[in-house]
């Protein structure tokens, strides 16, 4: 029965990190938004930054909607400094994804 205690403290761990967002938006990040390819027509390409993030903890797979979100808000705060606009260049896969980068407003 002890050794059961330290596997299930182990084990409901990692599942309250995994419900857990570890990726927070910076404020500087609240400026850029994501938009789908058809809406920046006249913005200005300024390059593209790829995220990744967990998708799994130990041997468990993460939330899909959790990592996606994760890689937005990462990829908001990382590009930042360069534009205002993301637009994803394909899917997430195994916790990374490409964004395309923007400056939309002048």
Same mark, same amino acid.
Do not use: H, W
């Given at each position: 029965?002890?050794?059961? &205690?330290?596997?299930?403290?182990? +084990?409901?761990?990692?599942?309250?990190?995994? %419900?857990?967002? @570890?990726?927070? *938006?910076? #404020?500087?990040?609240?400026?850029?938004?994501?938009?789908?390819?058809?809406?920046?027509?006249?913005?200005?390409?300024?390059?593209?930054?790829?995220?990744?993030? &967990?998708?799994?903890?130990?041997? +468990?797979?993460?939330?899909?909607?959790?990592? %996606?979100?994760? @890689?937005?808000? *990462?990829? #908001?705060?990382?590009?930042?400094?360069?534009?205002?606009?993301?637009?994803?260049?394909?899917?997430?896969?195994?916790?990374?994804?490409?964004?395309?980068?923007?400056?939309?407003?002048?």
């Amino acid at each position: 029965m002890r050794k059961l &205690l330290p596997l299930s403290f182990s +084990l409901s761990l990692l599942l309250l990190l995994s %419900a857990c967002s @570890l990726v927070k *938006l910076t #404020r500087q990040g609240e400026n850029v938004a994501i938009l789908q390819s058809n809406e920046v027509a006249a913005c200005t390409t300024v390059g593209t930054t790829t995220v990744s993030v &967990l998708d799994k903890i130990a041997a +468990l797979n993460r939330s899909p909607s959790k990592v %996606a979100q994760e @890689l937005r808000v *990462l990829a #908001r705060n990382r590009s930042a400094d360069r534009g205002d606009t993301l637009v994803a260049v394909g899917p997430p896969d195994d916790g990374e994804q490409t964004f395309t980068v923007y400056r939309c407003r002048r």
